[in-house]
């Protein structure tokens, strides 16, 4: 395959197009794409078209396929449409990592990054070794001593994960789940610190062009169970195990005095991905906290390109995104617009923010 700085080199940089999968945040990648003058691809499975056919003003191709895992066997058309690729949250996920990896597209974004927000160990390190407060981790062998959520691997948004005491209880059901195949081997679970406190994930935009980090908003996810326990009395409540399931997001603020806090956590973060994962967070990424009343800001998790939270603030803006830019700038679009500058600019700023 030839590297992507020489397909970058072939492309006509007038005539650059966004692609995208029909998924997750594809309708703000395509509006922001719009808004900043850009054509738009839209890679689509059968079975979803009639809904993004709803929004064909602000789609100028489709590819239409049975599966994204055929993503591979379309590259060349995207390749004559001299398109760069954004991935999200579906990306690796429906793709699969390994094609996904190998993807002979320019992607916006670090492809290395998403493939480490895959793998629950790893993210933890990158986290962890940015000197950004995370949750304690146990091992198996260890007694826990306070309440802990056990995650399973892979994208199942939050899906099976449960709460726990005691060390008995994390093994038994650890041990079902591998006796049910929900789960490989019991040692690939991750078991954390439930922190106490409430949610705000931090979406951020690291942009190469103008060397700088963004804090572009913040969001709650809303998930069920749990969310809808907290309406019921608590001898209802208590009859039911929580779960994780993310069905939409809320917008929020936070304190402005917090605010510093979080900018350092995204340039923590920044600085140790070019030196572990060079070149390093591209564009859009996502810190997952708790906040606790101490108003310490422990991250359990991140997301190494758009999140789904992003959602919220399509057309109108954040109230951050605001405060940087003076128009409404969503994270589509911010995106859009990061692609269409390092273009004008020519192929080595462009080659700055694809990999
Ligand atoms: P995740 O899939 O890792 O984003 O986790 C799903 C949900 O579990 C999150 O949105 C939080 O509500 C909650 N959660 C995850 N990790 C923690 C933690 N260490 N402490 C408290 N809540 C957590």
Redesign the pocket.
């Known amino acids: 395959m030839d590297s992507i700085k020489d397909i970058v080199r072939t492309y006509s940089l007038k005539d650059i197009s966004i692609a995208t999968l029909a998924s997750h945040s594809a309708l703000q990648i395509l509006r922001g794409a719009r808004d900043e003058g850009l054509r738009t691809v839209l890679i689509v499975e059968k079975r979803r078209l009639e809904l993004y056919d709803e929004f064909r003003n602000l789609i100028d191709k489709y590819i239409i396929v049975e599966n994204f895992s055929e993503t591979l066997d379309v590259a060349q058309e995207l390749l004559r449409e001299n398109a760069i690729f954004v991935p999200h949250g579906s990306a690796v996920e429906y793709v699969g990592p390994e094609r996904f990896r190998s993807l002979p597209v320019p992607m916006f974004g670090n492809r290395d990054l998403m493939i480490w927000e895959g793998d629950q160990k790893l993210k933890m390190r990158l986290l962890k070794d940015s000197g950004i407060p995370v ?1 304690r981790e146990y091992s198996l062998e260890e007694e826990i001593d306070r309440p802990v ?1 056990v ?1 399973l691997p892979g994208a199942k ?2 899906r099976f ?1 449960f709460l726990a005491t005691s060390r008995e209880e994390v093994l038994k059901r650890l041990d079902e789940y591998v006796r049910n195949g929900v789960l490989r081997s019991r040692e690939d679970a991750l078991v ?4 106490i406190g409430v ?1 705000m994930y931090f979406h951020y935009f690291y942009s190469p062009i103008f060397r700088r980090v963004e804090i572009l908003g913040i969001d709650i ?1 809303y ?1 069920t169970n ?1 969310d809808g326990l907290r309406r019921a009395p608590p001898q209802i409540a208590s009859m039911f195990e929580p779960s ?1 399931v993310v069905v939409g997001n809320i917008p929020v603020v936070i304190r402005e005095k917090m605010l510093q806090t979080v900018l350092d956590y995204g340039k923590k973060f920044v600085r140790k991905s070019i030196e572990l994962l060079p070149p390093g967070a591209i564009g859009p990424f996502c810190l ?1 906290s ?1 906040v606790k009343d101490d108003l310490s800001i422990i991250v ?2 991140f997301s190494g390109r758009i999140v789904a939270g992003t959602n919220i603030y399509v057309g109108s803006g954040s109230p951050y995104s605001w405060l940087y830019w003076n128009e409404p700038m969503y994270m589509g679009r911010r995106i859009a617009r990061e692609i269409r500058i390092a273009a004008e600019m020519g192929v080595s700023c462009l080659e700055l923010i694809l990999t």
């Open positions: 949750p959520i995650k948004g939050g994960f954390q610190e439930y922190v949610p996810r998930e749990i994780f997952e708790i359990f998790e």
